[in-house]
């Protein structure tokens, strides 16, 4: 079970999802705001602005609200906006990149390095963590045995760098250039998408045993619950059996 995947990160909350739909909305709002200010309000020519929507439309992000959302980002609503990427070391010796949004990062800055202060783990200078990551597209499936080879056989057509066939889902890695190309080749297939993002893959993966897990899944469920924060990446590897025995906190 890698760390790498953002469903992985938060698969652990076991139906905490539901209820912050509401956040999740907000961070995806944001992503589209800040690509669309970026580089424009067109996802044709905005390859970030297409990714987040179509992140958004995945989550049931309703129409209108990603509307609202490029409307904004093409104004001067989001000139306060500020993306800062914070490096930080967890419980067992993992790696964390945590992405963030602020119009406030002297708040935003308090406030992650409480959380890794009290959850273990500690904010390092920028470079000490990323230098083993690099930036990927990822594209989660619902796993479907029954085109399995052509689901693999697409995405490397399309130019997928790694798949990972766990947890019954299919997990593609790809340049973040080339997302849309492989998933509207893989939706010729009629799989079903239950998540399209641009993460972090790390080079050195850390296995955990199940303390230093619940403790650096506590750490990660209490950074996204964090505002100001977009996405989490981490290195950590754990085996289904040991996190299958782990009893999260509410």
């Not at 999802?17 to 909305?25: C, E, M, V, Y």
């Not at 209108?64 to 967890?90: C, M, P, Q, V, W």
């Not at 470079?127 to 083993?132: E, R, T």
Request: hydrophobic share 30%; net charge neutral; with cysteine.
């Amino acid at each position: 079970m890698a760390g790498h995947s953002k469903f992985k990160n938060i698969m652990f909350r076991k139906g905490a999802q539901d209820k912050k739909r509401a956040k999740i909305f907000a961070k995806l709002g944001r992503e589209i705001q800040v690509a669309s200010k970026q580089g424009g309000s067109d996802p044709d020519s905005n390859h970030r602005l297409r990714t987040a929507i179509d992140a958004a439309k995945v989550a049931n992000v309703p129409k209108d609200n990603i509307e609202r959302a490029i409307k904004k980002g093409s104004s001067n609503e989001t000139n306060n906006l500020e993306e800062i990427k914070y490096e930080g070391f967890g419980p067992g010796g993992t790696s964390l990149i945590v992405e963030t949004m602020t119009d406030n990062k002297n708040r935003t800055v308090s406030e992650i390095r409480q959380i890794f202060s009290k959850n273990g783990g500690s904010i390092v200078e920028n470079g000490s963590v990323s230098h083993n990551f690099k930036r990927k597209g990822e594209l989660i499936y619902k796993a479907d045995k029954t085109i399995e080879n052509k689901v693999f056989d697409s995405a490397v057509e399309a130019g997928a760098d790694d798949i990972i066939n766990e947890d019954e889902n299919y997990t593609i890695y790809c340049d973040p250039n080339k997302i849309i190309s492989i998933k509207e080749k893989i939706s010729e297939l009629s799989i079903e998408l239950i998540s399209v993002s641009l993460t972090w893959i790390s080079s050195n993966r850390i296995n955990i045993n199940k303390e230093n897990g619940k403790k650096l899944f506590n750490l990660i469920n209490q950074l996204e619950d964090n505002e100001d924060v977009q996405n989490i990446s981490s290195n950590y590897d754990i085996s289904k059996k040991v996190f299958d025995t782990i009893e999260f906190d509410n």
